[in-house]
């Protein structure tokens, strides 16, 4: 389990770097309070929640669902008709650090 948790966490991190260059490219260098703000817009970013909740689910003791399974069906594989899988397709077709990561965790499901 700690091997997927750093897994998910690496991937976790690239798909929010790839945003955070995506958004720097237009609005220019974000502090990181700034880009947090902007990536917890629910209209803007809401596609990231699953992946979030996944993330966050990985240490919370309380947590009732299986963070494997939860794991699986939203990256094995992503799934093109939800916004999450629709969006995380679409950055993984322009950044092969992500396929990388992407790859890594879904070795360890």
């Not at 490219?25 to 817009?41: C, M, P, T, W, Y």
């Amino acid at each position: 389990m700690d091997a997927l948790r750093s897994a998910l966490l690496a991937l976790h991190k690239a798909v929010l770097s790839v945003e955070r260059r995506n958004l720097e490219r237009v609005h220019g260098r974000l502090g990181n309070a700034e880009f947090l703000q902007i990536v917890s817009d629910p209209v803007r970013y809401g596609w990231l929640k699953p992946f979030s909740h996944l993330i966050l689910a990985i240490d919370d003791e309380d947590y009732e669902g299986d963070v494997v399974s939860d794991a699986r069906e939203l990256l094995k594989p992503p799934k093109a008709d939800t916004p999450f899988g629709r969006r995380y397709l679409s950055l993984m077709q322009r950044e092969p650090a992500l396929v990388v990561e992407h790859r890594a965790v879904t070795r360890l499901l």
